[in-house]
Every structure is written in structure tokens, then in C-alpha cells.
């Protein structure tokens, strides 16, 4: 059953209203585990596209957090980034799961049941009921979402002058963590400040 989080509870995460300002939403909408929260938590991004060097790589990086039970934050919503829930979801490692529409009502695929009964589960969304499609501008919103309430964040790729680096650039200026691995497909993402993960993760 779905609850929620009114801004100026103490249960609200203090991170968006540091890092959203007015763009700070008045309610959460949860479902699952809330004290995965209190995480320290790895955001995971992806363009749509995504080079065969750099997907391997993040297979392999999402293996070692599934192995190390690292938390993980994300919308999951690009080809990369489902396939990494796909594998934290055979794991036993804390997921929270930000839907780019809100998740009153929302049916529960077969495969994220058990991980709820575990409590190794959240969903949270900035939406309301209204909201029932993803939209370009609702993903953006939740990336922003996402990104504020992380305390380190893992681009897998950006493609040169797409959204996702504008929104890389932004998060820089933030102070926050973020890991790109070190290949030439990453170089925009080094020259924007990203530390190079092979190293620093």
C-alpha cells in the first residue's frame, strides 16, 4: 500500500530541498522499505544509446554491485539501465525504483514482489495520480530527483551534446560524486569532471 511524504516531515529527505530549491516537490509518493532511505545511495544513468564497449563494462560494474550489495538509485528506465536492475534484482542488495509517473494504482510486475516482501525494495515518484504517462519532461524531472537525493552518481554513457550531459554538467556544479569509466566514448564526460571509476569506485 502506497504512502506519503509531505515536505517538512521528518520523514522528507532533506538532500531535495537542498539540491531542487523551488523545484523541491511538496509530497512523495512511497511504496516498500522507507528506511532504505537511509542508504548511502549510488544513482545509475544511461543515454538510450550506448556504445558495445561501454555496455559490457557496465554489466560487469553492475555484477560487482549486486556482489557487494551496494544501494542503488534510478529510474531504470533506458535499455542499459533495465537490464542492470534486471541483474540487482536477482541479488540481495537495497534498490529504490523512481518511476517517471506516479505509482498510485500501479500494478506490481511479478518480479519486483518478492524483493518488496524482502524489504530490499522502494518505489518513490515526485508524481501525482494525474501523472500516468512518462513523458520527456517527467524523465527529466525524476533524473533531477534522483540525482538529489544520491550521494554519488555513475553515468554509464552521455552522448556528446544530448540531454544526459546537460544534465551530467548540472549534477558536476552540485558537488556530487560522479564515475564514468574511463574510455575515449567517455571523454566529454572526464572533460566535464567525472572521476574515472576504474580508480576511484
Known amino acids: 500500500m502506497n504512502t506519503f511524504i509531505e515536505k517538512g516531515t521528518s520523514l522528507y529527505p ?17 511504496l516498500g522499505n522507507l528506511d532504505i532511505l537511509q542508504h548511502k545511495l549510488l544513482a545509475i544513468f544511461c543515454s538510450v544509446k550506448c556504445p558495445g564497449t561501454l555496455i559490457i563494462q557496465t554489466y560487469d560494474f553492475a555484477q560487482s554491485l549486486k556482489e557487494k550489495e551496494i544501494t542503488v538509485i534510478g529510474g531504470f528506465h533506458s535499455p542499459i539501465e533495465q537490464e542492470c536492475l534486471r541483474i540487482f534484482l536477482r541479488g540481495n542488495q537495497p534498490i529504490i525504483l523512481c518511476p517517471a509517473r506516479s505509482i498510485n494504482g500501479m500494478r506490481i510486475r511479478a518480479e519486483y514482489k518478492k524483493p518488496l516482501e524482502e524489504g530490499r525494495l522502494l518505489f518513490l515518484s515526485l508524481f501525482t495520480d494525474k501523472q500516468r504517462r512518462v513523458t520527456a519532461d517527467t524523465a527529466l524531472l525524476r533524473n533531477y530527483f534522483v540525482a538529489a537525493l544520491a550521494d554519488s552518481v555513475f553515468i554509464a554513457y552521455a552522448a556528446p551534446h544530448s540531454k544526459t550531459e546537460w544534465f551530467c554538467q548540472e549534477i558536476v556544479t552540485w558537488g556530487k560524486s560522479l564515475y564514468a569509466f574511463t574510455n575515449e566514448c567517455n571523454a566529454n564526460l572526464i572533460k566535464l569532471g567525472a572521476q574515472s571509476l576504474n580508480s576511484r569506485l
Open 14 to 30: 532533506s538532500k531535495l530541498q537542498h539540491f531542487l530549491g523551488k523545484q523541491t516537490p511538496r509530497v512523495i509518493s512511497t
